[in-house]
């Protein structure tokens, strides 16, 4: 698959222009059309990785939401989900800024990258598993990217399923669970955490010092102070 350009250095959106026309996903391309017709300011195309083109730190959410990347063309910049996320990489050095909340602001990451599993809004945010592994593609290049000994931070059970597959690692010698490492080819690490989401976050499945945990020991394992 050709993923198009590689992205740059200095966190401004990369420009991938044969995932920006991606359409192999006929389910998810006719609902970006609908969300469009429906919501003409909105970017509803495939929505890019966003960051440090060879990072130390990749993480990967689910999907793009409705009304944040999906709105803004930026993974996790607008909504809920990341409010937590870009306030917490700010904390460890990752981000310029601790709120994300328009594509074009000044906000920069360093050393670290954001992508998802599947780049494209699903309907009812839950991407089947057949565009989960037509995406695939995407991500695989992504992590071929990485350098040795860099770490990967899956949000979810999904995104951690994605990473194995693109890894072409077994699941079953590796589950999921908060909190949870797994050592990757190359010396990749793989650190797992429930996903930022309004539901998790407001039930207290995951609280910011759950969080910030794991960050700290993605922090500990890059020596990144």
């Known amino acids: 698959m050709n993923v198009g ?12 222009p044969s995932l920006i026309r991606c359409r192999r996903c006929e389910r998810l391309a006719t609902f970006l059309d609908e969300v469009r017709g429906r919501l003409p300011g909105y970017h509803a195309k495939p929505v890019p ?5 060879s990072p130390q730190l990749l993480v990967v959410g689910l999907a793009p939401g ?3 990347a999906n709105r803004t063309g930026r993974p996790f910049t607008g909504d809920y989900a990341g409010e937590l996320l870009y306030a917490t990489l700010h904390r460890f050095g990752w981000s310029t800024m601790a709120v994300s909340t328009d594509a074009q602001d000044a ?3 360093r050393g670290c990258r954001i992508t998802n599993a599947v780049k494209c809004l699903p309907p009812k945010n839950k991407p089947l598993p057949t565009e989960v592994r037509s995406c695939n593609g995407y991500l695989s290049a992504e992590l071929e990217a990485m350098g040795p000994g860099t770490a990967v931070l899956a949000l979810g059970l999904v995104a951690h399923g994605a990473v194995l597959l693109a890894s072409r690692e077994r699941t079953s ?18 650190f797992d955490s429930y996903h930022c989401s309004r539901y998790n976050t407001q039930t ?6 759950m969080f910030e945990t794991v960050f ?6 890059l020596g990144h102070r």
Request: hydrophobic share 40%.
């Open 66 to 68: 409705m009304h944040g």
């Open 216 to 221: 700290e020991r993605i922090a500990s394992f």
């Open 204 to 209: 207290k499945r995951l609280t910011a010092i």
């Open 173 to 190: 010698a590796r589950l999921f669970g908060h909190g949870a490492e797994h050592t990757l080819g190359r010396g990749i690490r793989l």
């Open 5 to 16: 350009g590689a992205g740059k250095r200095d966190g401004l959106q990369p420009k991938f």
């Open 107 to 109: 906000l920069r990451l």
């Open 49 to 53: 990785a966003f960051g440090d083109a």
